[in-house]
Nanobody
Framework: QVQLVESGGGLVQPGGSLTLSCAAS????????MGWYRQAPGKQRDLVAS???????NYEDSVKGRFTISRDNEKKTVYLQMNSLRPEDTAVYYC???????????WGQGTQVTVSS
């Protein structure tokens, strides 16, 4: 079982920045697609950004130009740099590692991000 451990959430004012980190256990397949999802109260869990082992990234439209996903393959760690945060970015952010063609999918425990003045 692959384990994913997130860190870096918290409370930030609108316009501020946060960086989330997610460290995977050593048994995570190196070719796994890693990503960040978020879930606000009463809403479904949606993809924020994802990145392949080859560093190809994909972003949800509302975060393009504000968020940057990156990945350290040696450390099996994925990051999400979040700038220009808005109240609507408030959610629990979940790390995910999955097979690029389907199959396995592992989740972290989630980390709360709250954007409020």
């Amino acid at each position: 079982q692959v384990q994913l451990v997130e860190s870096g959430g918290g409370l930030v004012q609108p316009g501020g920045s946060l960086t989330l980190s997610c460290a995977a256990s050593k048994n995570m397949p190196e070719r796994a697609v890693m990503g960040w999802y978020r879930q606000a109260p009463g809403k479904q869990r949606d993809l924020v950004a994802s990145i392949t082992m080859g560093k190809m990234s994909n972003y949800e439209d509302s975060v393009k130009g504000r968020f940057t996903i990156s990945r350290d393959n040696e450390k099996k760690t994925v990051y999400l740099q979040m700038n220009s945060l808005r109240p609507e970015d408030t959610a629990v952010y979940y790390c995910n590692a999955r097979h690029r063609l389907g199959g396995y999918s592992y989740w972290g425990q989630g980390t709360q991000v709250t954007v409020s003045s």
